[in-house]
Every structure is written in C-alpha cells, then in structure tokens.
C-alpha cells in the first residue's frame, strides 16, 4: 500500500542524440605522400557554431574538403547526419552536398550571371524553376541584405556583398549544415563583422556552422567553440574560447 | 520539372552557340572523319562489288570435252554433275556456240578473230558453277582425268588465280576494318578533346554545380547533348555530300577502269546515310561522355 502513497514519478530522459557531424580517428594523407590530418576526433552537435582555426597548412581546408567528401579520409569514419562519408556511393554525394551550404573565400560566384540568377542557378540545379523560385530568391536576398541588386552583376558589387551573394545561395537550398573556409579572408575588417553577423543569424535560424578562419579578432570576441589544428592534429578543442590558448 | 528537363537541350544550345569557334571546330573534325568512313564505306562497297562479280566469275569452271567425244556421253556427264552436291548449276556450250562467244570477247585482238574464219578450233565445254569457291579445287581434280576431254587442256581452272582472288578479298575486307576502326579511335579522340575544352572553358560553372549538389546526368547532359548536336550537322553535311557525289564518282570510276564492275547501288546509298547519321550522332556523345568524365570523379 506503501508505494501507491507515493506520488508517480517521471523520468525525462532526453534521447542521447548522435552528433550532426562526427569525425572518428580520421587520418588523410595525400598521394604525394603528404599527411593533412592525423588522427582527428571531432563531435559537432546539431546547431552548434564552430570556428576552426590554425596556421597556414594546419589542415584546416582539408578537414573541410573531408566534410563536403571533395576527399576520402585515409584511415577513420567521418559521419554528416548519420550518413557514413567513406561508405557514401559516388551517386549520392550530390544528395549529400545539397545538406550543406559552403561558401569560399574566393566566393565561387558566376560573373556572367546577374545576383538573381547566381542564386537561383543553385535552385535551378538542385530542384528546377517553377513559381515558387522567384519567392525563394527574393527571401534569400533579403535576408542577406542584398534587396535592390538582384539585375547587378558579381563584379558590380563590393568584395562582402559578393560574398553575401555566395551565402544566399547557400542558404537558398535551406541547408542543416553552413561551412565556410574562410569565409572574411578577402574582406576588411567592418565586412567581415557584417559576414559574421549574417552566419550567426543563419545559426540561430537552425543551421549548424563550421567556420574555418584565420581572423584572430572575430575568434576572440564571439567566444564560442574552438577547434584548434596544427600540424594536422587538433590540439585545443575549447567549448568557449579565443584564437590562441591565452586569450580564454 | 519541366524547367528542370528544358535545362540540358538549352544549356548545349546556348553553349553550343556561345562557343561557336570550338563547335565549328568539332563540326568540322566530325564532318572530315565522317567524309573520310563515308568515302572508305563506298570504296568498300565498290571493291565488294568487284570482287563478289570476280569471285562469281571465278565460281565458273569450263570443262572442254574433247570434239570425238560423243554426245551422249557429254550428256551423261552433264547429269553426273547436277547431281553433285557441290555444283550449283551446268551448262552446255557448243563449238559454234564458244566460238561466237570468243569473238564477242573485247579483249581479243580483232586480227585474231579475222583469222578464224571458216575454221572453229574451240572445244565443245560444259560450264559449271559451284555453291563454294573452295570446292573448285576438287572438283577440277575430279574430273581432269576423265576420258572424254579435251586433252590440251582438260578445264580453265587456274588454281593461282582463284587463290589471289580469295586473298585479295579478305585483304580488302581486313583493311576496310583497320581503316575504319582508325577513323573511329581519332573521331572519338578529337571530340573528346574538343568537349574538354568546352567543359574547361566551363570549369566555374561546373563547379558550382557540383558544390550545391547537382547529380553527374544533370552536369554531364548539355555536354552530351552539346557532341551529339555537334553529331547530328557533321552527319548532315556529309550526308548530303556523299548522296550528291555517290553516282558522279561511280560514273568516273567506271569511265576510268572499265572493267570494274561498280555499279550505283540507291539501297547501299540509303544505309550508308542512316550508318554515318548513327555513327555521327553516336561519336559526339561517346566523345563527350569521356571529356566530361575526368571533371565529374570527385
């Protein structure tokens, strides 16, 4: 009788999500023979916001190139939303791309395409026109900032809002994952604080972002997660942290 | 989906036209190797001709019977043989029947014909055609011992000549194959090249494409599109080409070696176009698939 005096009780077990992006003992070594990334561990929940930074040649394009399987990782198991990368068939890597939004340094943009067409090129790629794209374009633009440019040309605009262009299209295939590698490397510093502001909106809008910079500045103030490579190891790996170890 | 479909044939049109300076190039390599098969297919076809009609002269053995033979035993002879498997069919000649032939002969001098008058020195034969080339051997062998013919000269039978004949066409048939497959190997190679250049040229927009997530079909399309459309004018042009010289250039070679029997061929003709618009059509896709397909592994 005891026990039926005793108020019923509930436990909330949250379900143990698997991370969005999991990168396990993953070692690349090019043909050359040169070795880009030893041994990386990496567990990138959903909606998390990560800088990885690193000198010049640390590997951070690499571990970014293994994100988007423009690579194969040499030895270890990448997964991206429960997909294993090095099991991916060649045929469904374009599935796979349409999950992730990347944006370059170098933008990546169609000089001969107007702003509108640059962005919806990626629609017209990925799902074909119909009357839903004009809406689709003209949100995306908008959210970036880039209303009343849509007849310009990429040369037209300045370096940030080239880039703006770059991740409206990105955005435009409503990606669960951003990257960027090194998304402010061409821009000066007021640009890259107005890039940023736009990846954080696209953040807390449900995107995770895996931002791979050199911007020491940009690191150091937002305080968020911190993957540090160098020599092709993560050596810091800092929930709350800046570019170098002494700035936390 | 409809857009989505319309993507390829508009995309290899407009950069079909866009790059007008590459595609006439294409055009014009196709266009040369197709003259050049389309030209090696009727020379073929020719010598085929030639040799069927030798090969079927050659199927035709004379037996000369000797003139004190009597005529029934020629007769029976004649129906031994019908009954021989391997003939295919015989007839009988008659003295005054070989002589008249032999003066309608061209190639025989006209004194020499002169001479013959009021006096026949031809024999009498029985001409035997046979289903297989390869069986006159045995059959001259067969039948040179047999008591009745004419002993100078039993049969017509040149066993060299046959022989030559037989190489020849198989030389022939040989070297048609080896210049064709030529002919493919460098149209394939060249249009291939010519789509690298065009899939270089459009090596940003590729990427992109690739980067937001577009499948192989949907990059490689407008370029297959973009050979076969190539393809398909090279064709064309030769097409109509070869249909307006075809029976010009049968007349000249018959004008110039009279004794080739080529003769214009409108069926031959027709396949000959259906193959080169095939092949033309065939080769500007084989040779795109391959150019785009470097750019398509990562």
């Known amino acids: 009788m005891l026990t039926s005096l005793q108020p019923e009780t509930r436990f909330e077990v949250e379900p143990v999500q698997a991370p969005l992006i999991s990168f396990q003992g993953v070692s690349k070594t090019y043909p050359n023979g040169t070795q880009a990334l030893h041994a990386v561990n990496l567990a990138i929940p959903r909606q998390d916001f990560v800088f990885v930074v690193g000198p010049s040649g640390a590997g951070k394009s690499t571990l970014v190139r293994l994100l988007i399987r423009e690579e194969k990782a040499t030895i270890g198991r990448i997964y991206v939303d429960g997909q294993e990368l090095g099991r991916l068939r060649h045929r469904h890597l374009p599935f796979l791309r349409r999950k992730i939004g990347i944006v370059f340094q170098d933008y990546k943009l169609l000089p001969k395409l107007t702003v509108f067409e640059n962005v919806e090129f990626g629609l017209r790629v990925t799902r074909g026109v119909d009357r839903l794209t004009r809406a689709k374009v003209e949100e995306v633009l908008s959210i970036v900032g880039l209303q009343g440019t849509e007849r310009k040309f990429p040369d037209e605009l300045s370096g940030g809002q080239q880039q703006r262009i770059a991740i409206a299209r990105a955005l435009s295939q409503d990606p669960k994952i951003f990257v960027a590698d090194e998304p402010t490397g061409n821009l000066d510093p007021a640009t890259s604080w107005e890039i940023l502001q736009l990846l954080l909106k696209i953040n807390e809008r449900g995107a995770t972002v895996v931002m791979a910079t050199h911007n020491k500045e940009i690191v150091d103030v937002m305080r968020r997660r911190v993957v540090v490579i160098d020599g092709g190891t993560v050596v810091r790996d800092d929930a709350s942290g800046g570019y170098h170890e002494d700035a936390n | ?298």
């Open chain 2, 1 to 298: 989906m409809l857009t989505s479909a319309l993507f390829a044939p508009k995309s290899a049109l407009q950069n079909f036209w866009r790059n007008k300076g590459l595609s006439i190039f294409a055009v014009s390599v196709m266009f040369v190797v197709l003259m050049m098969t389309g030209v090696s297919l009727i020379l073929g076809h020719s010598f085929n001709q030639s040799i069927d009609s030798l090969k079927g002269k050659a199927k035709t053995i004379s037996i000369f019977i000797a003139d004190t033979t009597p005529l029934v035993n020629v007769m029976n002879l004649q129906t031994q043989l019908r009954s021989d498997p391997r003939v295919q069919s015989v007839t009988f000649v008659d003295k005054a029947s070989a002589l008249a032939k032999y003066k309608q002969d061209p190639s025989i001098p006209p004194d020499m014909i002169t001479n013959l008058e009021g006096y026949n020195p031809l024999p009498a034969s029985l001409d035997v055609d046979v289903k297989n080339i390869n069986d006159l051997d045995a059959l001259a062998n067969d039948v040179k011992s047999l008591p009745l013919l004419d002993k100078q000269g039993p049969t017509n039978y040149r066993k060299a000549v046959i022989d030559r004949v037989v190489v020849f066409s198989r030389f022939i048939a040989a070297a048609g194959v080896v210049i064709l497959v030529s002919l493919t190997g460098v149209a394939i190679f060249i249009i291939m090249m010519s789509i690298r250049t065009a899939v270089y040229v459009r090596r940003q927009e590729i990427e992109v494409m690739k980067l937001v997530g577009a499948t192989d079909w949907f990059v490689r399309g407008p370029f297959l599109l973009e050979g076969m459309l190539a393809g398909v004018i090279a064709s064309l042009a030769s097409v109509v080409l070869i249909a307006v010289g075809y029976q010009p250039f049968v007349d000249k070679v018959r004008s110039a070696v009279p004794f080739l029997p080529v003769s214009y061929d409108a069926a031959f003709l027709g396949e000959l176009c259906l193959i080169l618009a095939l092949v033309g059509i065939a080769l500007g896709a084989f040779g795109s698939w391959l150019g785009v397909r470097r750019f398509l592994q990562t």
